[in-house]
C-alpha cells in the first residue's frame, strides 16, 4: 500500500454510543472534515421518518441539533419537516440550488449485524439510503454517519418498526453531540 492510497482510501470509523474512547476518535474525524471543508456551507441531512421507531434517529439528531442554532450550519430533517423517501430528491435539489458546493454530511438508521447494534459509524463518501430496506434512493453527501439501531436480514420494516426507542433517543443524543463538539472546534481553531 502506497503513502498516496492512504491518503486517498475512504475512511470508516466505528463506535458503540457507550465506548466514550472510540466516540472521541469519531468526533476528532468529524473535526478534520469539518475543518477540510471550512470554507464550504456545511449541511446535516438527517433521513428517516418518525412513523418507525428505528428509521427516527435522522429526526430525531436534526430536532436536536435545529434546537442548537449552531451557525452557519444548515440542518435538513427534523422531526417537524423530515427528510425521506418520498421527498429526499426534492431536498437534495433544494439544498444543490440553495448553497453553492456545499458539505453535506448525510444521517441515516440502518440495520446490521447483532454484535453492531447501538454503533454509530462515520464514513466518508455517499450514503446510500433505504438500502437496508431495499429502495433505490438517491446517494447523497461527502461523509455519511449512521446508527446501527437494529438487526437486518430479515423482515426489515418489521424489525425497524419493532426497534427501541431507548436506543433510538440515545444514539441521537450521543450523534449530536459528536457533531455539535466537532462542528463548536472547527469554528473556534
Known amino acids: 500500500m502506497s503513502l498516496f492510497s492512504l491518503l486517498t482510501e475512504p475512511q470508516k470509523l466505528k463506535a458503540h454510543v457507550d465506548d466514550y474512547s472510540a466516540k472521541s476518535k469519531l468526533e476528532a474525524r468529524l473535526s478534520e472534515l469539518f475543518v477540510s471543508t471550512r470554507k464550504r456551507p456545511a449541511v446535516i441531512l438527517c433521513i428517516g421518518t418518525d412513523r418507525s421507531t428505528g428509521d427516527a434517529l435522522g429526526p430525531l439528531i436534526g430536532t436536536h441539533l435545529s434546537r442548537l442554532n449552531l451557525p452557519r450550519l444548515q440542518v435538513y430533517g427534523t422531526l417537524d419537516e423530515p427528510v425521506h423517501a418520498t421527498n429526499l430528491g426534492q431536498n437534495i435539489e433544494l ?17 446490521g449485524r447483532i454484535d453492531s447494534i447501538g454503533c454509530i459509524v462515520l464514513a466518508d463518501g455517499p450514503l446510500k439510503p433505504g438500502a437496508g430496506v431495499h429502495k433505490q434512493l438517491p446517494a447523497v453527501g461527502e461523509a455519511n454517519l449512521t446508527g446501527i439501531v437494529n438487526v437486518g436480514g430479515f423482515m426489515e420494516y418489521i424489525v425497524l418498526q419493532n426497534t427501541r426507542l431507548n436506543l433510538v433517543w440515545r444514539m441521537s443524543e450521543n450523534i449530536s453531540s459528536l457533531i455539535m463538539r466537532s462542528y463548536l472546534k472547527m469554528s473556534h481553531s
Do not use: E, T
Request: proline share 6%; with cysteine.
Open 95 to 111: 439544498i444543490q440550488q440553495s448553497f453553492a458546493n456545499p458539505f453535506i454530511i448525510a444521517i441515516d438508521a440502518c440495520l
